[in-house]
């Protein structure tokens, strides 16, 4: 058994906790809970017991930002073309 090879393949692959992840995107612990238990970010369960620890990868992070980037884009409000906006017309009038 070579352990060189397999903590190199686990330095790859870094896993982040809930309270990581949601330190790195701003929400809180029960926001990342809720991704969790409905699906929206993969994540791995380390155990099987009645509360096995959770982690989620990089990849699966990452993965989860770029979908919900490109819904929030695909949602945002639409202006009128050549329309100003009230602040752009209020800060050309000062």
């Known amino acids: ?19 990581d992840v949601a330190a790195l995107t701003g929400m809180s612990t029960r926001t990342v809970k809720r991704w969790v ?3 929206k970010i993969d994540h791995i369960r380390l155990g099987d017991g009645p509360r096995p620890a959770i982690r989620i990868s990089e990849a699966a992070l990452q993965d989860y930002l770029r979908r919900s980037t490109k819904r929030a884009d695909d949602n945002a409000p639409r202006r009128k073309p050549g329309r100003p906006r009230r602040d752009e017309v209020e800060s050309s009038a000062a």
């Open 1 to 19: 058994m070579n352990n060189g090879g397999s903590a190199q393949s686990h330095s790859s692959t870094f896993l982040h906790t809930i309270a």
């Open 37 to 39: 238990e409905t699906g």
